[in-house]
């Protein structure tokens, strides 16, 4: 069996050379047909095209996607072709959490932000905006969720925050592409930060430029860009906090992706499954005080991604490709760094 493999998915090397000494592994952007055309699986992350131009006439009959996000993936194509494909809905879910409490910590640091006087709306109560809506609820936020097809509609005029955790879609009864567009920005009856780390088509970016700059938005936290890996450079700027697409790339998460993906490797070629993986440690040791939201930021402060990005956002892909060991905190603080 030959695999081809998007050569920035991490921790899944040794677990694929066992299944077949045939893996192939190329950057995700630059996959091409002839690359896959005598594959039988292909294993990508977003940056990969799979649709009917690059797959084909080729043997592939599995794809798996080590994302949530599965919009790169040409599902009716797939599905007409025979070829079974794979997302990994929820594998990075604690990753983006991590991502949100770091952020509502640092919006009560930098920006002023009061819990219990601060309505958080959430809009997609999936495996990511459910444990976004636990944390804040904790944490002291009203929170607010919006999600149509659960049939939960708040108001998102009343909230202070609007954070995003919706796929892209452009069709259906409820489709996100553009959901908080100009029109959207130009009804608001308050003030809000606007979070996004869903999609970056799901929030009109130009649109938000001129919210921020006309003062209907106070101010935003992006992580997820229209056009990625190019990014308009004036939001960039004018954001609070902008960074690379990476809020779910824990190693956790990345773990939990590859588990699955393997997963449905060995369902779908009737391969015995016997493989295990862990993230590793941190690389460097954390000392805690008594502050608990200084003990998050210290595990993971999205403010150091965003510098990097700032000062540099033509590397947009080389700092998500290259992205640092980060873990989750666990219950037990002690065990974070035991393993």
């Not at 949530?68 to 594998?91: E, K, Q, V």
């Amino acid at each position: 069996m030959k695999i081809v493999v998007d050569d920035k998915i991490p921790y899944i090397r040794d677990v694929l050379a066992q299944i077949t000494p045939d893996v192939v592994y190329l950057p995700g952007s630059k996959i091409m047909a002839a690359d896959v055309r005598d594959a039988d699986a292909l294993i990508v992350r977003t940056r990969t095209r799979c649709d009917e131009q690059l797959l084909s006439g080729s043997r592939v009959q599995f794809v798996a996607t080590a994302t949530i996000g599965y919009d790169h993936l040409d599902t009716a194509f797939l599905n007409r072709s025979g070829i079974r494909w794979m997302n990994c809905p929820g594998c990075n879910s604690g990753s983006v959490a991590q991502y949100l409490h770091s952020v509502l910590i640092l919006l009560m640091r930098d920006r002023g932000i009061v819990p219990g006087k601060t309505t958080l709306g959430i809009v997609g109560c999936g495996h990511v905006g459910g444990k976004v809506a636990a944390i804040a609820s904790k944490m002291g936020f009203r929170v607010l969720v919006s999600d149509p097809p659960l049939g939960m509609d708040c108001n998102l005029m009343d909230c202070d925050i609007i954070t995003y955790h919706v796929p892209l879609t452009r069709t259906g009864d409820c489709p996100t592409w553009h959901l908080a567009d100009a029109a959207f920005f130009d009804g608001l009856t308050r003030v809000p930060i606007i979070i996004n780390t869903s999609r970056g088509e799901v929030v009109d970016n130009k649109a938000l430029l001129a919210a921020l700059e006309s003062g209907r938005v106070r101010d935003a936290v992006i992580d997820t860009w229209e056009g990625e890996p190019i990014v308009d450079r004036e939001l960039l700027r004018r954001v609070y906090i902008g960074t690379p697409h990476i809020a779910g790339y824990s190693a956790d998460g990345k773990v939990n992706a590859n588990r699955m993906v393997v997963d449905g490797l060995c369902r779908h070629f009737g391969l015995p499954n016997h493989f295990s993986m862990s993230p590793p440690a941190l690389p460097r040791k954390i000392v805690f005080g008594n502050n608990e939201n200084d003990n998050y930021l210290q595990v993971y402060n999205p403010l150091e991604d965003s510098e990097k990005l700032k000062n540099a956002p033509e590397k947009f892909e080389e700092l998500r490709g290259n992205y640092p060991i980060r873990r989750e905190i666990v219950p037990d603080i002690g065990q974070f760094f035991a393993q």
